[in-house]
Nanobody, 125 residues
Framework: QVQLVESGGGLVQAGGSLRLSCAAS????????MGWFRQAPGKERELVAG????????YYTNSVKGRFTISRDNAKNTVYLQMNSLKPEDTAVYTC??????????????????WGQGTQVTVSS
């Protein structure tokens, strides 16, 4: 059983920064793509950022390009999302996820099969 545990969410002012962390356990971490999703009230869940097993491929949704950075530390079984220049529209529950297959493209939405519980990010104006 894959377990994913997020941390780092909170309340920040517009223009501020947060760093989310996701610690993984249960199977080999280093061979799987990881991603960060978010879902705001009344909106569909969105893939915010993804990263391949060796960080050779990264994906960002257009609204966060230049502001968010996804990274991973395979030695620590952890993936991070650095969020800068936060905007009120970034307010959402952020959830990390892991692909079901090894060495796959992190932009493939339907390959994400394992999910954390989520952490709330609220950006005030």
């Amino acid at each position: 059983q894959v377990q994913l545990v997020e941390s780092g969410g909170g309340l920040v002012q517009a223009g501020g920064s947060l760093r989310l962390s996701c610690a993984a356990s249960g199977r080999t971490f280093s061979t799987y793509a990881m991603g960060w999703f978010r879902q705001a009230p009344g909106k569909e869940r969105e893939l915010v950022a993804g990263i391949s097993w060796n960080a050779g491929i990264t994906y960002y949704t257009n609204s966060v390009k230049g502001r968010f950075t996804i990274s991973r530390d395979n030695a620590k079984n952890t993936v991070y999302l650095q969020m800068n220049s936060l905007k009120p529209e970034d307010t959402a529950v952020y959830t990390c996820a892991q692909h079901k297959a090894m060495f796959s493209d992190p932009a493939r939405l339907y390959d994400y099969a394992y999910w954390g519980q989520g952490t709330q990010v609220t950006v005030s104006s």
